[in-house]
């Protein structure tokens, strides 16, 4: 299914403006989340990578 129009614009503008940069710091919300994996693991594996791209869709499981 197609991304609306604007969803898809807006999502070209951010990775115009972040793709390449690296991630300095991750700060986790402390408020309930549904991952299954421990927010400071997340904060670790994000802490220091390059955004390599924004996607604009997520991709859906065949049925």
Avoid: C, Y
Avoid at 7 to 21: K, L, S
Avoid at 27 to 36: D, E, H, I, L, R
Avoid at 40 to 61: D, F, M, N, Q, S
């Amino acid at each position: 299914m197609p991304e609306l129009p604007e969803v898809e614009t807006v999502a070209n503008g951010v990775d115009a403006r972040v793709r390449g940069q690296r991630i300095s710091k991750v700060w986790p919300s402390g408020k309930p989340q549904t991952f299954k994996t421990p927010e400071h693991e997340i904060a670790e594996a994000l802490t220091g990578a390059t955004i390599a791209k924004v996607p604009i869709a997520w991709a859906r499981p065949s049925p």
